[in-house]
């Protein structure tokens, strides 16, 4: 029983289109996170929930929207996809946010722009 | 300076040697320090959580922490090729970063039968 789940899993798609990325975590935790993967393997915190509330959201285009709609998911919108944000999106959920721990991460949606 | 910074490899051993890997970070107020590993093609699974200074040891892996010269490593006993993936350390954020991971860039090892 996969923990933290995200589809799809490959996404590719045209610059200028809307695209939204779905993660649900079955472990009770009470905040989820969206992260960037670039192309060099970088890994970057983009947003954090707690209980449904944001609480964390780092310098990103207001092109990306998360969207919580209970603590178990935490979606990601994006609209007028561009070349730039092909990279790797990362869910995560932990269990204490403030010592990192139980920290857990699904699989990654691959995201090509063409 | 960066946060946390990590040597990105690529670094190359054969099966059986001891593996240093190794991080530096920034601010002194950080109080736990882990490490994670990530297969290609997979998200990053937790492989050791430590708080403040000292070692922890689990099977063929040790997590050490020295917080007077801000330096973490892992060390990797008796190498495997199932080890060959790339390993980040990761500390969470302090103050308004709270909540977040602070990642280095991860070191990519490559162990050859």
């Known amino acids: 029983d996969t923990a933290v789940s995200q589809t799809p899993k490959y996404l590719v798609t045209q610059m200028g289109n809307d695209k939204s990325i779905k993660c649900e975590q079955n472990?009770?935790?009470?905040?989820m996170y969206w992260y960037k993967q670039d192309s060099k393997k970088f890994l970057k915190i983009m947003f954090s929930?707690?209980?449904?509330?944001?609480?964390i959201n780092e310098t990103v285009p207001n092109r990306f929207s998360p969207k919580s709609p209970d603590k178990a998911h935490l979606n990601l919108h994006i609209n007028s996809l561009e070349l730039g944000d092909s990279a790797v999106y990362f869910c995560a959920s932990s269990q204490d946010a403030a010592r990192g721990y139980g920290y857990t991460f699904g699989s990654g949606t691959r995201l090509t722009v063409v | 300076q960066k946060e946390v910074e990590q040597d990105p490899g690529p670094l190359s051993v054969p099966e059986g040697a001891i593996v240093s890997l190794n991080c530096t970070y920034s601010n002194s107020a950080f109080q736990y320090f882990m490490w994670y590993r990530q297969y290609s093609r997979k998200g990053p699974e937790l492989l050791m959580y430590?708080?403040?200074?000292g070692n922890k040891e689990d099977g063929r892996f040790t997590a050490q922490v020295d917080k007077s010269s801000k330096y973490i490593s892992l060390f990797i006993r008796d190498s495997q090729p199932s080890d060959s993936a790339t390993y980040l350390c990761a500390i969470p954020g302090y103050g308004g970063s709270q909540g977040n991971l602070i990642f280095g860039k991860g070191t990519k090892l490559s162990v050859k039968p």
């Open positions: 430590t708080y403040s200074s």
């Open positions: 472990l009770g935790h009470d905040t």
């Open positions: 929930y707690n209980n449904k509330e944001l609480i």
